[in-house]
């Protein structure tokens, strides 16, 4: 260097080199910064997602049961208080919550989203059912009071007893047959809705001043006894036919309405003895035991009556002209229509005198069950499907946020897609977990006709006798209709009112084996019912039994009450349904 030279060539180019490494330090920096930055802003949006499914779904809130006072809400929380699953009972409180507008769980929600636009949905395990039923405010049919339903097969045999200790209807169709060396005792009336056929040397045997009811054809084929303390009631004809000696012995009168002239009302081949009364009793006896009977026959519309024995005394036969009893001088009305008889039909009256004020009578009220009943399931149908098969229209519940507006269930969510798929950056999170389902309350309501669980858990104890359901309707014509998931079973309970004054009915349906078929029915008071709590679940086993009730359909205007008159709450335990979670953050612009 030079005398008053400033820089030599050399050190000029070191200058040149620490500047171009100032400058590309100072790039790297200010990249390293932004990429920085970019990857903090990206670790912020994702973690959004899964910050607000940790604090929803891990903890249970303040305080700990909120659920059970939603006043004292401070910080919501799903969790169980007692588990480590998802309480049903404070996710409906949460969503019931956003929808009445809450502002504390609002704003819970918008601090945890950094008031992002968000979608936060909830799968649960769903059922979908179906019924076909019918519902008739007008039908005059039901259950008589007082009357079970009888539930068992209708083709029985063998020797085995069937006792049936309340009046029973019988609704086999076509036809209740009985085979076999079986007997069928009876306390009290027995209503067979359609044909009864008696084949082998099966006894009948109603006591205690039961009644049998007969909807179409009572066919006797071998050797039957029967024994009715009651009356007979027989809608189609008396037909005795095969080998061997029959009985029939009827404490007091025989109807048969037949109303046809194309059939003998009574037909019998071979030996055949049919008592109406007791044999050798007389009007004005007094002998404990002693009844009296006649024989009463509707032949196209027209009544007659015998008080004495038709066989032995042709003569004995009477018309009803509407208002008074007329002796027949003739039998050519009843020639061919009545009778068709072999040599040892034997039939004995011990009758009593014919009133003229006589009403000829109406079919019994019990064969009316079925077909004129208010309410009729024919078909029921269930299937349950896991919340991962679910789609998106199936939520069970959902919230959105968008547009600085909260939507509970929007019904029209490919809105709230269009928003999200319009954005910058979407981030996403999903959880498979488990729900606990404890669904129950002393006193439940059902109000308006909104499908959802009403009662639910795992049933651990058996159901004692004496527990019993209430329902209390009010004093309006309408129905509830509630699917039952009985374990593997799947029952529906109807419960129905007719008219302002009438009773209360109810009846239980099980699917079983593809059909359709009564479990039991019930008749209340003007404007209650109640059901043991045994007919509509079973005994449980094992592990327990999965319970649930399901409101299915209901046109009661004001509200149905139902109460547990039989505290089963203390039987019932949680069941653990898989719930998926799943929730999407974006930006808004």
Known sequence: MRRGQLLSFDALLAVVIV???????????????SGLTSLLGWYDRTSIPDTMLDVLLKSPGSPPNWSENVSTLAVPGLRSYSGQYVDYNKAVAFFNLLKNNDSRVEKALLNLSLKHPFLLDFYLGKWTFKANFSWNPNAGGGIPPGFSVYNGSCSVSGTTNIDFTQPTIIPCDPEFFSHGSLSINSNSDICIVHEFRSVGSSHLYISSGGNLVVGGDWVIDGAVTTDVDGSAYIMGALVIRGEGSRTINIKHDLYIFGETSTRP???VTGAATINIGTPGCTPGTQVPGCTLGNLYVNVNGVWYAANRSPITDPNSWYKWTGSGWEKLDSLAPLEGTVFVRGAQLAINIAGHPLSSDWTPPSPPECLNYGSGQPLTVSSLEGNYTYPQQLNVSQAWNRVAYLNGSFLVNPTNVSNVFAAMNAS?????????????LFKYNRTMWIVGNSKGIIFGGVLRYSIPNYALLKFVVPNETGYVLI???DGGNLKVLGVWKTSGTSTVMGQIWELANGTVRTVATYRGSSNSLTVPWGDVFSSPGGAGRPVLMYLYSNTFTLPVEMVDEGDIGVLLSPMYEPLLVKLWVWDER
Do not use: P
Request: glycine share 2%; net charge neutral.
């Open 424 to 436: 910058s950056w979407v981030s996403y999170s999903e959880r498979n977990t488990v729900m606990s």
């Open 19 to 33: 500047i171009f490494m100032l400058g590309a330090v100072s790039a790297t920096s200010d990249n390293l910064k």
């Open 483 to 485: 699917m039952v998931v």
């Open 265 to 267: 009302l009574i037909s």
